[in-house]
């Protein structure tokens, strides 16, 4: 991701350079990304300036036109029907499809994940016998730990 004046700069200079007044003097841009996944970190800045740096709030995002991967890649490859599952479940989260609850507005994640109560457990879900199996590289790639924030601090 880049600043979205870094965008605005390309198009005054392509139309410079073009002697063309057109968005980007009518020289086609392939832009690629998730724009679900992190914004852009600004130094000493506030939420509010994270979006503001971001391409769809520049004057240029109403002239992108947009388009959609529809299909698992890897899933479809490898034939397995879990990671479709997954993949799906993926989708229907950051596009918030995933019904709230009535009673406390929360999201059910159930199905999505293991859910523990402690760090250790957590530790020892994933990564059973760490002590005995840590140099086997292709069984760390298959584990990982995954959170929203990083906030409890490395035990």
Known sequence: MSHNLAYEARNLTLKDLRE??????EVTLLLSGDFCQTL???????PTDEINACIKS???WPSVVRLHLTRNMRSAILGDETSAHFAAGLLHI??????????DGFVSLDGYGTFVDSTEELRES???SLQQRFQYVDWLFERAIICPRNDAAAA
């Open 94 to 103: 950051g596009e918030g499809r995933l019904p709230v609850s009535a009673e």
């Open 126 to 128: 994933v990564y059973p």
């Open 58 to 60: 520049s004057f240029l």
């Open 20 to 25: 063309n007044n057109r968005l980007f003097g």
């Open 40 to 46: 852009l970190v600004i130094q000493r800045g506030t």
